[in-house]
């Protein structure tokens, strides 16, 4: 079966015939297997496919383990699946509006170009979502991309952290900052804050539902606790603070994009994402493969795979997605919890990049036996982990029974780059690096508060750069971090180097730590 962005859904999908949408190849390739029980291929052909809503198979979608199906990326082609809609640029017009000129920094306001979403065909924004830490993932907000490079919603400050002033009202949230720019905000809306208010492992955004400009401070909808002064947060989606090359900002009521181009945009594409929901859902489906597609700019999840059994992702690469890359379970907050579980799900030679959330979640295996997944995440490379809520959400979680993670590159985060719960995993052969860049009390590898998940075999990685940038937090940064109780790890024949602890292991029994190399550490082993 062949698909081209220049085909027609209601050809045959022949070579000379193809089809033009995924969905459509999909149910081909169901009804040629409802009739005979061979292999059989769909065909990408070079170009852009643009997905306007999830694709879905289920169990009737299955191939065989002697014939299975085959989403592929013709020889040679580049095939790229994006949750995103192509904007005009030259429907942008200078910013006449004296109300929101006089909103603008000053430095910005002959720059800042404004566009109507709805002449583009954009019927509604999503709204900008708040995150408690430890969510697996949720819908995110739409992000902008001028030629593939995503760029910055209006924030201050325009990078990094500032830190809380004092705590005026801890019942109701409020804070007090010392920066003048919050003297700016008073018809700002919509407005939320990012950072870490209770410790400095937790990152959270929150909503900001009140800006006293005359006393600096701000009021949050936080469900949790504020711990006190000098805490890290960031506000940001201020129009205010379009005052940087590269930021911009959506006004909720009018449905105006306000951005500042980094230079004149002519021929450059400019690309919103749109779609809110997964772009592919497997349900109870078997025996298909996917192979050198790339799927990129959603807002919420690439790849679910719920009570799935052999399915393979080769040579695929995933880039900007707001929510999880691939994940085997559908909850949001509860990671590990009991769901029908998968086995020989393989992900492997591939790539991924700027992922939101977690970027790979497994599940699998059958824990009251022990029956092992065999789901395998191998020779893959992973940068920029975590970017939309940093704490607990790794490049790999792993929950269930024997799963694997080999032979790959993992490395930029803010917080873990592995981590999880469950069974008889090994994780070896990696190179784990320049993770846990803004938190304390962290490690590349991190696992805890289970007693009787045990037998997980950690050997032959190199583990090395682990360590936050702001000394002012505390520099707790390990390389394996066994927390609360957590029992019979084997941690051999790897290389520890350059962070504050190699192996912490905070109590628990059983664990073996024996042929490893440490260099550069303040601490090799502390138990």
Same mark, same amino acid.
Request: aromatic share 10%; charged share 25%; with cysteine.
């Given at each position: 079966?062949?698909?081209?962005?220049?085909?027609?859904?209601?050809?045959?999908?022949?070579?000379?015939? @193809?089809?033009?949408?995924?969905?459509?190849?999909?149910?081909?390739?169901?009804?040629?297997?409802?009739?005979?029980?061979?292999?059989?291929?769909?065909?990408?052909?070079?170009?852009?496919?643009?997905?306007?809503?999830?694709?879905?198979?289920?169990?009737?979608?299955?191939?065989?383990?002697?014939?299975?199906?085959?989403?592929?990326?013709?020889?040679?082609? +580049?095939?790229?699946?994006?949750?995103?809609?192509?904007?005009?640029?030259?429907?942008?017009?200078?910013?006449?509006?004296?109300?929101?000129?006089?909103?603008?920094?000053?430095?910005?306001?002959?720059?800042?170009?404004?566009?109507?979403?709805? &002449?583009?065909?954009?019927?509604?924004?999503?709204?900008?979502?708040?995150?408690?830490?430890?969510?697996?993932?949720?819908?995110?907000?739409?992000?902008?991309?001028?030629?593939?490079?995503?760029?910055?919603?209006?924030?201050? @400050?325009?990078?990094?952290?500032?830190?809380?002033?004092?705590?005026?009202?801890?019942?109701?949230?409020?804070?007090?900052?010392?920066?003048?720019?919050?003297?700016? *905000?008073?018809?700002?809306?919509?407005?939320?804050?990012?950072?870490?208010?209770?410790?400095?492992?937790?990152?959270?955004?929150?909503?900001?539902?009140?800006?006293?400009?005359?006393?600096?401070?701000?009021?949050?909808?936080?469900?949790?606790?504020?711990?006190?002064?000098?805490?890290?947060?960031?506000?940001?989606?201020?129009?205010?603070?379009?005052?940087? @090359?590269?930021? *911009?900002?959506?006004?909720?009521?009018?449905?105006?994009?306000?951005?500042? @181009?980094?230079?004149?945009?002519?021929?450059?594409?400019?690309?919103?994402?749109?779609?809110?929901?997964?772009?592919?859902?497997?349900?109870?489906?078997?025996?298909?493969?996917?192979?050198?597609?790339?799927?990129?700019?959603?807002?919420?999840?690439?790849?679910?795979?719920?009570?799935?059994?052999?399915?393979?992702?080769?040579?695929?690469?995933?880039?900007?997605?707001?929510?999880?890359?691939? +994940?085997?379970?559908?909850?949001?907050? +509860?990671? !590990?919890?009991?769901?029908?579980?998968?086995?020989?799900?393989?992900?492997?030679?591939?790539?991924?990049?700027?992922?939101?959330?977690?970027?790979?979640?497994?599940?699998?295996?059958?824990?009251?036996?022990?029956?092992?997944?065999?789901?395998?995440?191998?020779?893959?490379?992973?940068?920029?982990?975590?970017?939309?809520?940093?704490?607990?959400?790794?490049?790999?979680?792993?929950?269930?029974?024997?799963?694997?993670?080999?032979?790959?590159?993992?490395?930029?985060?803010?917080?873990?780059?592995?981590?999880?719960?469950?069974?008889?995993?090994?994780? !070896?052969?990696?190179?784990?690096?320049?993770?846990? &860049?803004?938190?304390?009390?962290?490690?590349?590898?991190?696992?805890?508060?289970?007693?009787?998940? +045990?037998?997980?075999?950690?050997?032959?990685? !190199?583990?090395?750069?682990? &360590?936050?940038?702001? &000394?002012?937090?505390?520099?707790?940064?390990?390389?394996?971090?066994?927390?609360?109780?957590?029992?019979? *790890?084997?941690?051999?024949?790897?290389?520890?180097?350059?962070?504050?602890?190699?192996?912490?292991?905070?109590?628990?029994?059983?664990?073996?730590?024996?042929?490893?190399?440490?260099?550069?550490?303040?601490?090799?082993?502390?138990?």
């Amino acid at each position: 079966i062949h698909v081209s962005p220049n085909g027609n859904d209601a050809k045959s999908g022949d070579e000379n015939a @193809p089809v033009a949408t995924f969905d459509k190849a999909r149910k081909l390739a169901r009804a040629i297997r409802a009739d005979q029980k061979k292999p059989i291929n769909i065909i990408f052909h070079e170009g852009t496919y643009r997905l306007s809503d999830t694709v879905n198979f289920d169990s009737k979608d299955s191939g065989t383990e002697d014939a299975p199906i085959t989403y592929k990326a013709a020889e040679n082609e +580049r095939v790229i699946f994006k949750g995103s809609k192509v904007l005009d640029t030259k429907a942008f017009k200078k910013v006449t509006d004296p109300a929101i000129l006089k909103r603008l920094p000053e430095n910005s306001r002959e720059y800042v170009g404004v566009m109507d979403l709805k &002449k583009q065909g954009i019927k509604m924004i999503g709204v900008v979502p708040s995150y408690r830490s430890g969510a697996i993932a949720m819908t995110g907000y739409h992000q902008l991309y001028l030629n593939d490079r995503a760029q910055t919603l209006a924030r201050f @400050p325009n990078s990094g952290y500032t830190t809380i002033k004092k705590i005026t009202n801890a019942a109701s949230k409020t804070f007090q900052t010392a920066e003048y720019n919050v003297t700016r *905000w008073g018809e700002a809306k919509d407005t939320r804050v990012g950072g870490y208010f209770l410790n400095d492992y937790n990152f959270e955004r929150q909503v900001v539902t009140k800006i006293n400009t005359k006393d600096r401070t701000l009021t949050m909808n936080l469900d949790g606790s504020i711990s006190g002064a000098n805490r890290r947060y960031f506000v940001y989606n201020l129009l205010e603070e379009i005052d940087m @090359p590269g930021e *911009w900002y959506i006004d909720p009521d009018s449905m105006l994009l306000y951005y500042y @181009p980094q230079n004149r945009i002519s021929d450059e594409v400019l690309e919103i994402s749109t779609l809110s929901a997964a772009m592919l859902k497997l349900d109870d489906v078997h025996y298909v493969n996917f192979e050198g597609l790339e799927f990129a700019q959603s807002r919420y999840d690439a790849i679910q795979l719920p009570s799935c059994t052999d399915i393979t992702f080769d040579n695929c690469t995933f880039r900007d997605i707001e929510g999880v890359g691939i +994940r085997d379970y559908t909850d949001v907050y +509860r990671q !590990y919890q009991k769901t029908p579980n998968s086995y020989n799900i393989v992900i492997k030679n591939s790539i991924f990049n700027n992922i939101g959330f977690t970027t790979i979640a497994l599940q699998g295996g059958d824990e009251p036996t022990l029956t092992e997944s065999g789901n395998i995440v191998e020779n893959c490379y992973f940068s920029g982990v975590g970017t939309e809520i940093v704490s607990y959400v790794p490049a790999v979680a792993f929950g269930g029974v024997g799963i694997t993670v080999k032979n790959c590159t993992i490395h930029n985060a803010g917080a873990h780059l592995i981590q999880g719960k469950g069974s008889l995993h090994k994780i !070896y052969n990696n190179e784990l690096f320049d993770a846990c &860049k803004e938190v304390h009390d962290s490690g590349a590898i991190y696992a805890g508060r289970n007693l009787y998940q +045990r037998g997980v075999d950690i050997s032959n990685n !190199y583990i090395h750069h682990v &360590k936050s940038l702001d &000394k002012s937090i505390g520099e707790i940064a390990c390389g394996v971090y066994m927390d609360d109780r957590l029992s019979e *790890w084997y941690i051999h024949n790897n290389i520890f180097s350059g962070m504050s602890r190699g192996v912490f292991m905070n109590t628990g029994n059983d664990t073996e730590i024996h042929d490893n190399i440490f260099i550069d550490n303040d601490v090799g082993v502390r138990i």
